[in-house]
């Protein structure tokens, strides 16, 4: 049906209902036409159709006739439902196509309304909403900007709030801070690379008039604010274990990797009474009580383990292990020490286990005995590929292993396929491949109908069981001798003869491949001998015309590859429209020829062709011939009906096995090719 897109902007083009020496009784029909034309163009465009589908995908039910979207189609409608996200639109079910805004942006949730007018223009690939929509990212906009802590607001660019307070993106990236931060970020906390806050440089300043004073005043500054967890003494380069004095600590050896203990007096550098920190060192249940760290005013360092503890009258004697270290210790320097506590010990189990006084490296231990308390080594190791090795696990055969028996199990010899095609062996076992190998092996001979053969027995729990060929033949048909080579069996309907299969007879659907802009299109079928075969074309649309001498074809292929030939085919044929014969004789071709050319079955809107191949007995050996006709209509000029026929060969002998029809030109846009066989009569 006509429809407001096939009317011409040039007058005198619009022929259709109006043509030139038009009779009279014929006007009204043709005005009534162009008057449905209007009608149905203006309800699709007035927003009086209703939205069908869901919010996000909306039908349209159009009053004009649609077969396929084209480039300015308007479609106006009432929205029933608010949208929620990207929207689609479907009119008529021609096909989905997203509905943009800003030419090529997604529908956001609330775009569209309930109830709102909406008109849509189709550009070729989408629908462009050109109605007013509701953009409610717009009205958060602002707020965002003055608001949103959480994340960029566009671009790269955050809110006023992000930026005075902080906020993702301002916070916790570098080369930004927020107005906050510049104020107040901690002390050596960077806010910018390697710029800090107001509160860190004002801190610094005062720790900078701080040490300009004396430096025991510094020293004291330095003591008081650690004492919760750090305390202050000063160093005795003395190794003798006993009383060091006020405010001193002393190591037991001058080397500090040697240091075994440590004697520390009560009294801090300061004259605090330090002693009920110090005894709680060993409060730890564990074996190692906790930590101790020392820091010299020069930047020495040593830390230990700590092991026991003695509480002498005015002092301590720390047993230790050292740790680490670095630096020398210097007689008088001020030293901060540090203690870390050990966790306790857990709760022992039943009991403790004991093992040996050595082991292999790798072995796995077992139990000693039923007490569950001593190991033992296994004699079995995993190396640290995960290979386990144990004298029975080496392969070899140290005499104290438990052969396998019908009912016990253990170690197994597997048979060889001799021995699996003797069947005499009791104790060896059988794998899939020996049994594969043996059953190759049995010699060869011709079965008689009183050979027995094993069979299941769907009526005995699928237990096996054994019976003659001839009582498993009574089973099935009744017995008929064999006569001439390649008969079937035919029924009369009372019983089976022996005779041969007719010839000919119904075609037989092999396989379809469906055209999408598809240059070649090949069977997966294998050609076999004793049949014709036909190439039927259903529908076919070409992306282009096809030029004189350019005709589509049909091409076959040899070997398992297979090798297609694509040269030395001959045709002769002849097309014919209503008044155009033209006829090719002896052409050579790509292939067996389907004659489409010129303006059939082409680009143009409406031409389509139609055809069948027929392909006699290609896998015969010989040479291969093919039998065509087709028919089209030619868009050019005033649409007209177009048949042709040809007949092809190939000169060379061959056996087909594979087929593919080929577009010479451009592709075959849509349409169908389905394989058909028969057997030759």
């Known amino acids: 049906m006509a429809e407001i897109n096939s009317l011409n902007v040039v007058d005198a083009d619009n022929t259709a209902r109006f043509p030139e020496n038009q009779l009279p009784s ?26 069908g589908g869901s919010a996000n995908a909306i039908t349209i039910s159009a009053n004009q006739t649609l077969s396929a979207y084209y480039d300015g189609l308007v479609i106006a409608f009432e929205a029933g439902a608010t949208n929620t996200g990207a929207v689609t639109i479907n009119v008529d079910s021609v096909g989905v196509k997203s509905l943009k805004k800003n030419v090529t942006d997604a529908m956001d949730a609330g775009d569209i309304v309930n109830g709102q007018k909406v008109i849509a223009i189709y550009d070729g690939t989408n629908f462009q909403i050109v109605s007013a929509y509701i953009d409610i990212t717009q009205s958060t906009l602002a707020e965002n900007w003055a608001t949103k802590t959480d994340g960029i607001v566009a671009s790269s660019d955050y809110s006023s709030k992000a930026y005075a307070i902080g906020g993702t993106g301002v916070t916790d990236t570098a080369g930004k801070g927020a107005a906050k931060e510049w104020a107040t970020a901690a002390e050596d906390d960077t806010v910018d690379g390697s710029e800090y806050s107001a509160k860190h440089y004002s801190a610094k300043a005062s720790a900078s008039a701080s040490s300009a004073s004396t430096s025991a005043s510094a020293a004291s500054a330095s003591a008081s604010a650690a004492s919760a967890s750090v305390l202050s003494y000063n160093f005795s380069t003395t190794t003798t274990m006993a009383d060091p004095g006020s405010g001193n600590v002393r190591f037991n050896n001058g080397a500090i990797s040697s ?12 004259g605090n009474d330090r002693s009920a920190v110090i005894i709680s060192f060993d409060d730890s249940t564990n074996t190692v009580k906790g930590s101790l760290s020392f820091t010299t005013a020069s930047g020495d360092i040593a830390s230990f383990d700590i092991t026991g503890l003695t509480d002498n009258s005015g002092w301590v004697q720390i047993a230790v292990t050292h740790v680490s270290s670095n630096g020398t210790f210097s007689n008088s320097e001020a030293t901060f020490i540090g203690f870390a506590r050990a966790g306790d010990k857990g709760t022992d189990g039943s009991g403790d286990v004991s093992g040996p006084g050595s082991a292999t490296d790798n072995a796995l231990a077992r139990y000693d005995g039923t007490t569950g308390k001593t190991l033992q080594n296994s004699g079995v190791t995993v190396d640290d590929s995960g290979n386990i090795a144990a004298n029975n696990l080496s392969g070899t055969n140290t005499g104290d292993e438990s052969a396998a028996s019908a009912t016990a199990s253990g170690i197994v010899e597997l048979a060889t396929s001799a021995e699996v095609t003797t069947g005499t062996d009791t104790v060896r076992a059988v794998t899939p491949a020996g049994l594969h190998a043996g059953l190759a092996g049995l010699t060869d001979t011709t079965i008689t109908a009183s050979d027995a053969i094993i069979f299941s027995d769907a009526t005995d729990s699928g237990n096996l069981k054994e019976d003659t060929v001839q009582g498993i033949l009574d089973l099935a048909l009744p017995y008929v001798a064999p006569s001439t080579s390649g008969n079937v069996l035919t029924s009369n309907g009372s019983a089976w003869t022996s005779a041969a299969p ?17 240059t070649t299109l090949t069977f997966s079928h294998t050609i076999e001998a004793g049949y014709d075969y036909v190439i039927s074309a259903h529908s076919i649309k070409n992306s282009v015309d096809v030029a004189d001498g350019s005709a589509h074809v049909a091409q076959y292929g040899t070997g398992a590859g297979p090798t297609f030939v694509t040269a030395t085919y001959k045709s002769n044929g002849a097309r014919q429209d209503t008044t155009v014969l033209d006829a090719m004789v002896g052409t050579v071709t790509t292939g067996f020829q389907w004659h489409v050319k010129g303006t059939i079955g082409g680009a143009g809107a409406g031409e389509l062709w139609h055809g069948e191949m027929l392909i006699y007995n290609p896998a015969s050996n010989e040479r291969t011939y093919a039998q065509t006709h087709m028919v089209a209509g030619n868009s050019a000029g005033t649409p007209q009906p177009v048949g042709h026929w040809s007949v092809s060969l190939h000169n060379t002998a061959a056996v087909v096995t594979a087929l593919r029809v080929v577009a010479t030109t451009g592709n075959f846009t849509t349409g169908d090719f389905i394989l058909y066989r028969r057997v030759q009569a």
């Not at 007719?502 to 802009?517: D, L, M, N, P, R």
């Open 26 to 51: 014929t006007v009204n029909n043709g005005a009534r036409a162009l008057e449905g034309i209007i009608a149905r163009w203006d309800k699709d465009t007035n927003a009086s159709l209703s939205a």
């Open 259 to 270: 240091v075994s203990a440590i004697a520390i007096d009560d009294l801090d550098a300061s």
């Open 502 to 518: 007719a010839g000919g007879g119904a075609w037989e659907f092999v396989e379809k491949q469906t055209a999408s802009s598809s």
